[in-house]
T-cell receptor, first 113, second 115 residues
């Protein structure tokens, strides 16, 4: 069965620290990949997405993610986090041509000022 | 109002009650989704409608019954629920009609508690 694993459930960082959140998926075919973010008290919203082409994708607020097909991974990175990045981050996979989206369990990030 | 709205935001119901959750999208999208979000579990896709036709039904118990009267509105009718159905129910919409994996826009959710 298709699944998405996010290895870090809780991450605490100080401001200006670098961030990397892991995401691995299990699916044999072509995939579309997403990172969504949920800031406290707000809706889930798209951070970035990968459909095809350059495996390094850039999103909003300085976030980027790299698709490594051989590792079935789509890790999220940010060189220097800010207090305002405190949120829950969700990785998701979609099989092209389907409406099925598979989400990970989420990673709660807390950035200390 | 813009985006995806959901009502009510909070709902407490007994196991014998019948209630409905409502979702409305103001984005002109063609597909709408219901998800269940439980603590420490991934979002679970429950139902998908594309142009008012149900296209995904992920083995959801029959005590959950979706309805999509038009492309802007989506309902989830609840009947004889169990305490383990307590969760946050999220509605989402996307522009695509053909399941091209486009961005989903989420509502704020309805926090459901079943007593």
């Amino acid at each position: 069965a298709q699944s998405v694993s996010q290895h870090n459930h809780h991450v605490i960082l100080s401001e200006a620290a670098s961030l990397e959140l892991g995401c691995n998926y299990s699916y044999g075919g072509t995939v579309n990949l997403f990172w969504y973010v949920q800031y406290p008290g707000q809706h889930l919203q798209l951070l970035l997405k990968y459909f095809s082409g350059d495996p390094l994708v850039k999103g909003i607020k300085g976030f980027e993610a790299e698709f490594i097909k051989s590792k079935f991974s789509f890790n999220l990175r940010k060189p220097s986090v800010q207090w305002s990045d405190t949120a829950e981050y969700f990785c998701a996979v979609n099989a092209p041509g389907t409406y099925k989206y598979i989400f990970g369990t989420g990673t709660r990030l807390k950035v200390l000022a | 109002e813009t985006g995806v709205t959901q009502t009510p935001r909070h709902l407490v119901m007994g196991m014998t009650n019948k209630k409905s959750l409502k979702c409305e999208q103001h984005l002109g999208h063609n597909a709408m989704y219901w998800y269940k979000q439980s603590a420490k579990k991934p979002l679970e896709l429950m139902f998908v409608y594309s142009l008012e036709e149900r296209v995904e039904n992920n083995s959801v118990p029959s005590r959950f019954s979706p309805e999509c009267p038009n492309s802007s509105h989506l309902f989830l009718h609840l009947h004889t629920l169990q305490p383990e159905d307590s969760a946050l129910y999220l509605c989402a919409s996307s522009r695509e009609r053909t399941g091209d994996g486009g961005e989903q826009f989420f509502g704020p959710g309805t926090r459901l508690t079943v007593l």
